[in-house]
């Protein structure tokens, strides 16, 4: 019997072409999970047409206070996020420190791939646009 190893793969969210081809550049494995995760975490609710349940109250929160509750409340946000809609990851941890000098807030999401051994850790920094 063949293990069967499941390639994800999808467009990179920069829409860049092949030099050669002229076609969308995609990303595969790993590179597209992660990709995935982090466009789920800045998703509001009704942004998905003909899915309004899919998305989450991180960018609401981003206009609170840069403090330790706010924090808190990110971080069980994006927790819910991922757990719900990312069938693909195993969630570790999520970690939100307030940055009130950038008035912002650091993430970092650690979990693993759905048949992959290997731990993966997105850091990144929200703030708010103006």
């Not at 499941?6 to 590179?31: C, E, I």
């Not at 940055?99 to 993430?107: A, E, L, S, T, Y």
């Not at 693993?112 to 920094?125: C, D, E, G, K, L």
Request: hydrophobic letters at 40%.
């Amino acid at each position: 019997m063949k293990s069967q190893v499941q390639r994800y793969s999808d467009f990179d969210v920069r829409f860049l072409s092949h030099p050669v081809t002229g076609d969308l550049l995609k990303v595969t494995g790993t590179n597209a999970v992660v990709q995935s995760v982090i466009n789920l975490i800045q998703l509001n609710h009704y942004e998905v047409p003909f899915h309004p349940e899919i998305g989450g109250n991180v960018r609401k929160l981003l206009f609170e206070l840069a403090d330790p509750v706010t924090a808190g409340l990110l971080a069980d946000e994006i927790r819910n996020l991922v757990t719900n809609f990312e069938q693909r990851v195993k969630l570790i941890d999520v970690l939100v420190e307030s940055d009130v000098d950038n008035n912002g807030f650091n993430v970092t999401i650690s979990f693993f791939v759905v048949n992959n051994t290997q731990p993966i850790t997105i850091s990144t920094f929200l703030e708010r646009l103006r």
